[in-house]
């Protein structure tokens, strides 16, 4: 028998990249999932590539909506009962630099990443709660090493979604203790550098021959300061989602994991200075 074999698991942002990547290893492992997006294409790509993995629809639950909105959340967890009649495992993994909207203000860029990543997984864990108090249940929380490390100077772009996984860390170390007295789980996985769906979302298309260069000059620098000199491909973050949420891990709550290929403990050597 699989791992997760009978088991109900939610991933938010699953249409793509990491979230992508964490529902297929979930669904391989005998769960039945439900698939979560805001992008029409993309969640049937996601739920093509179950299918082709022999995950038979009846396993699958798909939904759609942006979580800024409270109907999204709703209706991921309503539906959830409705279709499964239990929730094993929510994975908070959906999240955004800033607003798909190129004439937003840094404003409007800032309510809308907060609301996405910090409220929109505060909601879904306030609502989850009494369904995972049921079956014993845990959280995964997806942050990022950007909630404690500065990996690259990039200007004003990053700045509210670092805050906003600064934010997602002390949720996760503030509630821990209050989630285990129902007997719930919560931990924090911060990946670093992995080819996601995210980057692209965060500068878009290149419109230019100079701005394709800067991407690929910012490429090489991301990879340049992992110790690992590369990307993380999002099937190698899988095995870390799989073990947190195994019930055998149930000494492993309120922690913060760094998945970053050494990112975030990277320092210049006295060879690159010229002294």
């Not at 805050?163 to 285990?180: G, H, I, P, W, Y």
């Not at 990946?191 to 701005?211: D, K, M, S, V």
């Amino acid at each position: 028998m699989s791992r997760f074999t009978d088991k109900v698991v939610i991933v938010t942002g699953s249409s793509a990249g990491i979230g992508k990547a964490v529902i297929l290893g979930f669904a391989k492992e005998g769960a039945s999932v439900v698939l979560h997006g805001t992008n029409t294409e993309r969640l049937a790509s996601s739920e093509k590539a179950l299918l082709a993995a022999g995950i038979p629809k009846n396993r699958i639950l798909k939904v759609q909506g942006c979580l800024s909105e409270e109907a999204t959340h709703d209706k991921i967890i309503n539906e959830t009962i409705a279709h499964f009649g239990k929730i094993d495992v929510l994975v908070n993994n959906a999240g955004l630099y800033k607003k798909p909207d190129p004439d937003a203000t840094a404003i409007e860029n800032f309510d809308h990443v907060f609301a996405v990543i910090v409220r929109g997984a505060f909601r879904l864990v306030k609502l989850a709660t009494p369904h995972l108090e049921k079956t014993k249940g845990n959280i995964i929380n997806v942050s990022s090493i950007a909630s404690f490390k500065k990996p690259l100077e990039s200007g004003t772009d990053f700045v509210v979604y670092s805050m906003a996984k600064a934010a997602f860390d002390r949720f996760t170390e503030n509630v821990n203790q209050s989630l285990m007295k129902k007997g719930i789980r919560i931990n924090n996985i911060n990946p670093g550098p992995f080819e996601t769906n995210i980057l692209n979302r965060a500068f878009g298309e290149p419109r230019n021959e100079e701005e394709a260069d800067a991407y690929t000059h910012f490429d090489n620098i991301v990879k340049a300061t992992a110790s690992a000199k590369r990307m993380g491909a999002p099937q190698e973050i899988v095995p870390a989602f799989l073990l947190l949420a195994d019930e055998k891990s149930t000494f492993i709550t309120g922690s913060i994991w760094a998945v970053d290929g050494g990112m975030s403990t990277w320092a210049p050597e006295a060879a690159d200075f010229k002294l």
